[in-house]
């Protein structure tokens, strides 16, 4: 059975940083294409990024990209969103994702998914 399970979510002032993480179990990890969305309320859950099974490539939704990076670690079965020059827009509950098809933003292509961890940024 695959799990996934995201910490590091918390209280942040405009312009901070956090980092959140995910660990999966229950599946190869390193065949996989991890991904972070986010879903703020009242609003659809939206792509923030993704990484290839190797972390050679990454994607980003265009609003925040250059202040968010996506990592992995391969050895440890875990991803991770550095997110820094943080925005109140950017308060959502993040959610790790894995797919088995090829990088993409696509929500449906995804398969598994983790409970999620709010993030709150303060004006």
């Known amino acids: 059975q695959v799990q996934l399970v995201e910490s590091g979510g918390g209280l942040v002032q405009a312009g901070g940083s956090l980092r959140l993480s995910c660990v999966l179990s229950?599946?190869?990890?390193?065949?996989?294409?991890m991904g972070w969305f986010r879903q703020a309320p009242g609003k659809e859950r939206e792509f923030v990024a993704c990484i290839s099974g190797s972390g050679g490539r990454t994607d980003y939704s265009g609003s925040v990209k250059g202040r968010f990076t996506m990592s992995r670690d391969n050895a440890k079965n875990t991803v991770y969103l550095q997110m820094n020059s943080l925005r109140p827009e950017d308060t959502a509950v993040y959610y790790c994702a894995a797919s088995t098809e090829s990088m993409t933003s696509r929500r449906a292509a995804y398969n598994y998914w983790g409970q999620g961890t709010q993030v709150i940024v303060s004006s």
């Open positions: 229950g599946r190869t990890f390193s065949w996989l294409v």
